[in-house]
Structure formats: structure tokens, C-alpha cells
């Protein structure tokens, strides 16, 4: 088969046999979707010939960019060796201790143990049942209710979604009625009129509110990313994390820190709670923690929630098939050698984060853009039609969808999210690379200004 028809085939079979997620398969039908058959570095080729520069990672778990052979070795020497064997039932396996063991060393010293899943979702799945058994243990059974943030994204099983605050998931299925949502630190969409830090104090009281209103006796925990990843890389005033930190401290509830995202670099510490500095007793990780070349997800359980659940309790009914897969694992020690060898926090927080994010703070400048945030290695900007009144430049987020697609068009990935832009680049781009991204971007904020009849520059 030539490449040609090689293609043209994929585009056939793709809509004919593959469901996508998140994806409009009646739009899809129709105007068919890029198919990436291969990448290097910080680029992805599709079978259009077109490379393009991935200024998301992947979906955020590419850090170290595509071309890492450490890694590819190490997962090809683990299905040599030994390919699979389960953590059930008092077994486990080389791998899966060793990584337990260096994830632990990187993480803040509270720490305890490591359980593993495949995916951030079954994490999150993971934290309601540790919760759970945990004031049960306490005899404290009353105490359900997980208190989580409008717009926050945890994943998509049941438990996962319903943790999350996206509408438009919550409207597609019967959510799980103990988890109760509080509004996220949106500065720029929900809190424009008042001061930033102001805005900032009143999010977080909305948790103390929340457990006033609800009952200290039965609110169990609170979940967050420090920094909202899939909701728009909001990044919240600097007064919010102090003060949640603050409720959680008062009050009796676990806080549980969504690391998916923010862990192993990605905000210029190894993990978010670092920037912001806060204590979770329960941290979900997944997507970097291999680089993405592995499945692989768990949750961190630190001293308070490991003490009570390791000392005869019984048998913790939950686990994966694939809990601790050793090829998995192996995959994610190779990584952690490689941000360790490598300092690749340091150097998100010293050299190329800093590097990109006052480069991306130069687009504040253009006619269509209202703000500009960032943290560590990702960054977000606000599309309005005027900068004074902050209206948007179409009904229906449509101008950041113009402005995603003349990016993609131009060979540069990011996302739409609202009328927000987003990108979270691989830690590995140089800075000519950096240059790169913020060029095409800015090309393609000009294609759109231009599209809703804005002068730019
Ligand atoms: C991606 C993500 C998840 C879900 O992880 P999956 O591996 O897709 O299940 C959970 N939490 C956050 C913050 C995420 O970004």
C-alpha cells in the first residue's frame, strides 16, 4: 500500500470503528481528525506530512518531550524480564517497590506510601475509597461528603467526573450525590470587580461556608489541583492557597492535592503543593510520572491517612489488574532518573520556565488578549474584544476556537479552553523553540484579531 492510500485508509477506519473520546463524532464524520503516526522531541508528525510543535505535552504528560530512549529501554528490558505479575493477595513485584520507593523520596517527607492505579482517574477513584475507610476506621462513618471545585477536572469514570466541576460532563450522566462544589479562583471570569487578593480570600471561604453549611460531621475532604489544569490553567490569586490551607488546618477533613498536572516539575517545584505551600494528606499522580509512555497513575498516603489504614484495619478492598504494572513502573523510574540527573525542576524554575513565561506575558500586549497568567512550565491568555470591559470577541468561546485553529494550521498545538489559550510546552524545549511557539501564537492572535475586524499591529 502506498503512503497515500495507507492514509486515506486510517481516515476511513477511524470513522468507521473508532469512538473517540471527548470528540463530536457526527462533526467528526464529517470533517475527519488529524492522525499522528509519529513524533520526536517536542514535535508530532501527522500522516499529512505536517510536523507540529506539541505546546501541550501531549495532554500534559510528555514533559521530557518524544524522544527518550532511557525510557523506551527500560519498559523493552521489563517485559524481557518479568512482563506482568499482580500486587494482590501479599505479592508484588521488583519494580513496582523500587518506584514506590524513589516517588516517595522525591515527595514531601509526610509521605508514607504509594498505591498505584493506570490512569489519574481511578486515583481519584482511589481517594474516595481511602477517605471513606479512613473515617470509618475513625468511627467516624457519618463523614461522606468530598467537597471539590466548580470547573475543576479529576477525570472521567463516575467517581472522577462527579469529583469534577465541568458542566458538560455532569450533564451527561447521574453523579455521585456526596461530593458538593464550591466556586473555583477564576479571577479573570468570576471576580473581575473586586481586588485580586480580595478575590482570592472570598474563593476560599467558600470552603468554610461549605463546611458550616454541610456539617463538620460529615464533610470528609476536600480536592484540588493547585493550579486548574483542563479548566484553563488558572492559576489562583496568591492569597487563596494560604487561606484554604488555613480552613483545612481548622477543620476536621482530609485535603487531598490533585497532582495529575501540577506534579513532577510542571509548576517549577517537584509538586504543586511546594509552590503553594500546603500539606495534603493525599496527592493523586499520573501522566508525567512516566513521561506518558506508560499508563500509569496511584496515589500518595501520607502519615495520617497511612497510620490509621495500616494498623489492623483489615484488608483494604480495592486494586487494579494492573496495580503496579512492572513495565509501567519501570517506565517511571526511567523518568525520575532522567528529571533527577537532569535537575529538570531546577531548570523549570530557574532557566526555561522563567524564559518562556516572560515571553508569553509579551502577548499581553496584543489588542485581543485581556490577561496573561502562568506558573512554572504553562500559561494561559484571556480573549476580548476590549481589554477596558472584557468582552469576549463571540458568543460561544468562537474566538479561541479561530485562534486554536489558525495555530494548529501554522504547525503549533494548543488548546481552546473557554475563550481562554493554553499551553503547557515540554520542559525539554529550548528557547529557540520557546520563540517558536510564542511567534506562531502571536500569528495566529493576529488571524483572529483580523477574522473579528480588530486592527493588530
Ligand atoms: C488528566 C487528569 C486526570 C485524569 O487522569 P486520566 O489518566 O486521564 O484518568 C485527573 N486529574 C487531573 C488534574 C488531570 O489533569
Not at 54 to 78: F, H, K, R
Request: charged fraction near 20%.
Amino acid at each position: 500500500m502506498s503512503s497515500t492510500s495507507a492514509r486515506e485508509n486510517w481516515q476511513e477506519l477511524d470513522k468507521s470503528s473508532h469512538f473517540h473520546p471527548f470528540t463530536d463524532l457526527t462533526e467528526y464524520a464529517a470533517k475527519g481528525g488529524r492522525v499522528v503516526n509519529q513524533a520526536e522531541h517536542v514535535y508530532i508528525h501527522d500522516a499529512d506530512g505536517n510536523r507540529i510543535l506539541d505546546g501541550m505535552s501531549g495532554l500534559w504528560c510528555c514533559n521530557l518531550g518524544y524522544t527518550q530512549p532511557a525510557i523506551v529501554e527500560a519498559v523493552y528490558e521489563q517485559l524481557q524480564t518479568l512482563p506482568y505479575y499482580n500486587s494482590f493477595f501479599n505479592c508484588s513485584n521488583d519494580k513496582a517497590i523500587e518506584l514506590s520507593a524513589a516517588l516517595l523520596k522525591v515527595m514531601p517527607a509526610h509521605f508514607r506510601k504509594i498505591f498505584f492505579t493506570n490512569s489519574g482517574s481511578e486515583a481519584n477513584d482511589t481517594n474516595i475509597r481511602l477517605v471513606h475507610r479512613y473515617f470509618d476506621l475513625l468511627e467516624k462513618p457519618e463523614k461522606k461528603i468530598i467537597i471539590s471545585r466548580k470547573n475543576a477536572y479529576h477525570g472521567s469514570t463516575i467517581a472522577a467526573a462527579s469529583l469534577g466541576g465541568m458542566k458538560g460532563m455532569h450533564e451527561q450522566f447521574t453523579r455521585l450525590p456526596y461530593v458538593h462544589h464550591i466556586q473555583q479562583p477564576h479571577w479573570f471570569d468570576e471576580g473581575a470587580d473586586m481586588p485580586a487578593d480580595e478575590f482570592g480570600r472570598a474563593a476560599a471561604r467558600q470552603l468554610e461556608q461549605a463546611i458550616d453549611e454541610l456539617g463538620e460531621d460529615k464533610v470528609a475532604a476536600f480536592i484540588a489541583e493547585p493550579v486548574q489544569g483542563a479548566g484553563g490553567v488558572i492559576v489562583p490569586p496568591e492569597t487563596y492557597w494560604p487561606a484554604i490551607k488555613e480552613i483545612c488546618e481548622q477543620r476536621d477533613l482530609l485535603l487531598i492535592s490533585d497532582e495529575v498536572i501540577c506534579g513532577f516539575g510542571r509548576t517549577g517545584s517537584w509538586f504543586g503543593c511546594e509552590t503553594y505551600g500546603f500539606k495534603p494528606d493525599l496527592m493523586t499522580f499520573a501522566k508525567a510520572v512516566t513521561n506518558g509512555f506508560q499508563p500509569l497513575g496511584g496515589v500518595a498516603i501520607g502519615d495520617k491517612v497511612a497510620s490509621v489504614l495500616t494498623s489492623g484495619g483489615g484488608e483494604f478492598a480495592h486494586g487494579f489488574t494492573y496495580s503496579g504494572h512492572p513495565a509501567a513502573c519501570a517506565a517511571g523510574l526511567a523518568t525520575l532518573d532522567i528529571l533527577q540527573q537532569q535537575n529538570m525542576v531546577q531548570h523549570v524554575s530557574e532557566s526555561i520556565g522563567p524564559y518562556f513565561r516572560r515571553r508569553w506575558s509579551e502577548l499581553a500586549e496584543h489588542p485581543i488578549v485581556g490577561q496573561v497568567r502562568s506558573q512554572g512550565m504553562f500559561a494561559a491568555l484571556e480573549l476580548v474584544q476590549d481589554k477596558g470591559s472584557r468582552e469576549r470577541l463571540a458568543p460561544d468561546s468562537a474566538g479561541a476556537i479561530t485562534c486554536r485553529d489558525a495555530a494548529v494550521a501554522s504547525g503549533l498545538m494548543v488548546r481552546a479552553v473557554g475563550d481562554s489559550m493554553i499551553s503547557a510546552p515540554p520542559f525539554v524545549c529550548s528557547a529557540d523553540e520557546i520563540d517558536l511557539l510564542v511567534g506562531r501564537l502571536h500569528q495566529a492572535l493576529d488571524k483572529t484579531a483580523a477574522a473579528y475586524g480588530i486592527k493588530s499591529p
